[in-house]
């Protein structure tokens, strides 16, 4: 395919294809096209194919702002793509690597537009130069006809189609047709009854050897312009396809079909960057006062392309937000997925989040209070899933402060489902207490105000001793409350499996974690690798390019060779043997037994 | 096309013993290659090529199964003791044909994750998916174990109808296109039942799966277990003809495993060690895709 060709935006459906959670099957240049459009509307172009096994995402469902896919029930979320529900470890975010490959795509001239070499988001709007087509004008209206196939190349479909009027009853007497073509489209223009009526005909190069024929007709607003159309087109289309095919043009049955082979789609300029995401605009519509020094505030996206940005995440997400400050900073989602906020003048989907101002903020808590008003716009990255409910038979939420935001939307959920659920909330005092309406819709809350650090610990062994057994605990607050809960979980011979608790940066467990130094030997730089970060993260801050993939240490993506030290595997990759011998190590997970590393890198 | 020796002298599938009627000739395929076999009055079987001058291929039947060689195979067997435990039930569960990568099939056959989405109801069910840890080795004389599996399922043999309970499997690689499954027997606690997927690659891109299934037991009539199997190999059929590319990426940033996959993980970097490229997708490694830092694709074998 030519680079020109492959460079463009093409119409690949109507917009009445994409119905209501339904998963469209496109192609484009041979390049399988899974079409769908969200419950609020926004159309996403994929290419058709999961990134873990490889199954058809038109196999899958349109959940309404997810596509699962029917193999392993993998859910990648509208608009970015990302896989934010992986089940088979339902407890752990999906490493940022799982994602649907995204392609550009709009909506205009009643058809779905797609542009395969520019991802998804990507501001650019489709030429449309040669396609024939513009905007209507003022007063006039555009509406997609029946799409048809064509078996056979675009230079064979276009000079098919430029004989349409011959087959159309009323165009074909008409001297006043005016023909236009182009590489890739015909435009017939025309009087009829007193209306000027307009109908262009737009070549999707499906396969090499099949084409699919979009229809548009342009009809002034006030017509009932289209009452007999959709018939009409499709029995001149018909009439005319069967022609080409008795003169031996186009084929009446597929001459090659997409199992035939595999084309990927082409490379795109990579603008998602691991860490570095794109931030969105939101808007505050509403800023209250729910607890003393607590803030919270209410979000939705602002701009329409990314209307249904904040509307899907599971209960325990937080966002980041780039503060006044010019610090990005964490909050935890308060409200339930899909929620409209109460303040929100367009009924958009958004999120609640709460900010507690923090005595000795860097600035992030601090600004958030004192700068942000009612209307202001913030940048923010949509929703990140790093906590969440287990598959278990109910849930135990132990809250300390702020640390209640999380919980809160856990608990909703939980209450929504009907699942077993109670909320200790540990404040000092009833001043501090946050969300309370929220509280009040939950059923097993129980508030415990003022106590001292021996007092709480008490409490918490007496819930814990009390428990159902089918529960498992979550816990969000200060470090000495989780601590005091996982040790006094452990006391009572509960399993580290049944304590959920929020880890901002990072999947793994870090709790054996020590700090170790590598040194590159080729370069002799020597770097530390912190407690909580891994070697592979280390790396790449020090622009040093180890690619990784799974991020979890079972891919063998981001080997390196170790030339000196003892690696700690904490892979399943290498083999038994590979991991005594300790020449090569997984940068994604492993780390260090002995205090430095030599790598060959 | 050249077919590597690791791939071309092998024994592979026709047909399980009993499906054979005698002194019948059937047409099959084999790496792409015509082939004929029938099975004489005694069952012995002869196999040739499908060309004029009929030349003979090596045929042999054993653990109930017809294999056929086109090149030079190796003496050994890979060993199922189990076939020779006087108490199972032995039988065919069916021999389908998927327009797939062997390869494909066979991973799919090692998968867990699968069974809520793919076999609901029957071997797994929502919210029972998480998978958790199982331990992958290569053992003697180089084949790929999973041991301790434990997955919930609702309905995980042909007679279990109690609501469901957690059942241990054990996955085992022998060769490239044959992985036989362990599984806790719900009539003898502490044995396992055995069932071998014996693939026949025709094409690169399309397979004939043959199952043996042998079994601890007495009370389900034979066509009860088929029908089980059955069953489950439809739901499968399903997915494993609408995976893109038909065969097999073993670059795992094409596609990409989480911690589930550890054993599917272990068979893509075994059959890239062995040298493996008949029904693998390698038109990647080619263009974009460079090797990553300290690892090539093809290394000699282990």
């Not at chain 1, 249904?308 to 006044?324: K, W």
């Not at chain 2, 092998?10 to 084999?30: H, Q």
């Not at chain 2, 003898?188 to 690659?201: A, S, T």
Request: with cysteine.
């Amino acid at each position: 395919m030519s680079e020109a060709l492959n460079s463009a935006w093409f119409p690949v459906a109507g917009a009445h294809d994409l119905a209501e959670r339904h998963i469209f099957a496109g192609e484009l240049h041979n390049v399988e096209l899974a079409l769908w459009r969200d419950d609020d509307g926004c159309v996403n172009a994929w290419d058709n194919r999961c990134c873990h096994r490889g199954a058809r995402l038109t196999l899958g469902a349109n959940t309404g702002h997810r596509v699962r896919c029917q193999y392993h029930g993998w859910q990648y979320r509208s608009g970015d793509g990302q896989c934010i529900v992986l089940p088979a470890a339902s407890q752990t975010p999906p490493p940022t690597s799982v994602c649907a490959h995204t392609f550009a795509a709009v909506e205009r001239n009643d058809l779905v537009w797609v542009n395969l070499n520019l991802p998804a988001g990507h501001p650019a709007c489709p030429p449309q130069g040669d396609w024939l087509i513009a905007e209507p004008g003022a007063g006039r209206t555009q509406r997609a006809l029946q799409s048809f196939v064509l078996h056979a190349g675009a230079a064979t479909a276009l000079a098919g189609v430029q004989r349409y009027a011959a087959f159309d009853a009323r165009l074909s007497g008409d001297p006043s047709v005016a023909l236009r073509s182009s590489p890739r489209a015909v435009h017939l223009s025309w009087n009829e009854d007193g209306q000027a009526l307009q109908l262009f005909f737009l070549l999707q190069p499906a396969r090499t050897d099949k084409t699919l024929v979009h229809a548009v007709l342009e009809a002034p607003a006030d017509a009932v312009a289209l009452g007999p159309w959709p018939a009409r087109h499709q029995a001149a289309m018909k009439r005319l396809r069967h022609r080409l095919i008795d003169e031996g043009r186009v084929s009446d049955v597929p001459l090659s079909t997409a199992d035939d082979a595999y084309v990927p789609p082409p490379p795109q300029p990579k603008v998602r960057q691991r860490g570095s995401e794109r931030l969105l605009k939101a808007r505050v519509t509403r800023v209250t006062e729910v607890a003393q020094d607590i803030r919270s505030f209410e979000l939705e996206p602002e701009d329409q392309g990314d209307i249904g940005a904040l509307a899907d995440f599971i209960p325990g997400a937080h966002i980041d937000v780039l503060t006044p400050a010019g610090l990005l900073r964490q909050y935890s989602i308060v409200s339930a997925p899909g929620e409209i906020n109460a303040g929100s003048a367009r009924g958009v989907r958004g999120v609640t989040i709460a900010v507690k101002r923090e005595p000795d903020s860097r600035g992030g808590s601090a600004s958030m209070h004192g700068q942000i008003r009612e209307g202001a716009i913030v940048e923010v990255s949509r929703p990140k899933n790093h906590f969440r409910l287990a598959n278990s038979g109910g849930a135990l939420f132990l809250a300390a402060g702020i640390g209640v935001t999380p919980l809160l939307s856990m608990a909703g959920q939980m209450a929504a489902t009907g699942r077993l659920h109670a909320l200790h909330y540990f404040s000092r005092g009833a001043a501090h207490v946050a969300f309370r309406e929220r509280l009040d819709a939950l059923q097993d809350v129980h508030l415990h105000l003022g106590l001292s650090p021996e007092a709480t610990l008490a409490q918490i062994q007496s819930i814990l001793a009390t428990m159902d057994p089918q529960m498992d605990i979550y816990v969000c607050g200060p470090r000495p409350f989780l601590d005091a809960i996982v040790g006094a979980a452990q006391a009572l011979g509960l399993g580290a499996d049944r304590v959920h608790f929020e880890l901002f940066s990072n999947t793994i467990s870090h709790q054996n974690d020590k700090p170790f130094k590598v040194r590159l030997a080729r370069s002799g730089v020597e770097l530390n690798v912190p407690v909580g970060q891994s070697l592979s993260d280390v790396l790449s801050e020090h622009g040093i390019a180890v690619e990784t993939s799974c991020e979890q240490g079972v891919c063998g993506t981001c080997m390196v060779t170790v030339l000196e030290g003892t690696p700690e595997h904490r892979d399943v990759y290498l083999s038994e043997d590979e991991k005594r011998a300790g020449h090569c190590m997984q940068a994604c997970v492993s780390r260090s037994a002995s205090e430095m590393l030599v790598l060959d890198l | 096309m050249t077919i590597e020796s690791v791939v071309w002298d092998e024994w592979y599938p026709v047909a399980i013993a009993e499906d054979v009627t005698p002194c019948k000739v059937y047409k099959t395929r084999l790496l792409g290659h015509s082939i004929e076999y029938a099975c004489d009055a005694d069952g012995r079987v002869t196999a040739w090529h499908g060309n004029a001058e009929r030349t003979p291929c090596k045929a042999l039947t054993r653990y109930h199964t017809h294999w056929v060689s086109l090149g030079d195979p190796p003496e050994r067997f890979f060993a199922l003791p189990e076939f020779d435990e006087p108490d199972r039930r032995t039988l065919g569960g069916g021999s389908m044909t998927v327009h797939v990568s062997g390869l494909r099939a066979i991973e799919n056959f090692l998968d867990m994750a699968h069974f809520p989405y793919v076999h609901d109801g029957f071997l797994g069910a929502e919210p029972y998916t998480d998978v958790l840890p199982y331990d992958v080795s290569i053992e003697p004389p180089g084949e790929i174990f999973a041991r301790n599996c434990r997955f919930f399922q609702p309905r995980g043999a042909s007679t279990s109808n109690d609501g469901g309970y957690d059942t241990d499997y054990i996955y085992r690689v022998t060769r490239p296109y044959v992985a036989l499954l362990y599984k806790s027997s719900p009539h003898h606690p502490g044995r396992m039942d055995v069932i071998g997927l014996f693939v026949q690659p025709l094409t690169e891109e399309w397979c004939r799966a043959h199952t043996l299934l042998l079994y601890l037991d007495e009370t389900t009539p034979d066509s009860g277990l088929r029908l089980f199997q059955q069953t489950i190999f439809g739901q499968d059929l399903m997915l494993l003809s609408n995976e893109i590319p038909k065969k097999l990426p073993l670059d795992s940033r094409f596609e990409i495993p989480v911690r589930a996959d550890a054993m599917s993980m272990a068979y893509r970097r075994w059959l890239d060690q062995r040298g493996v490229r008949y029904g693998t997708y390698r038109e990647l490694e080619a263009q974009a895709m460079p090797a990553p830092a300290g690892q090539t694709l093809t290394r000699a074998v282990a």
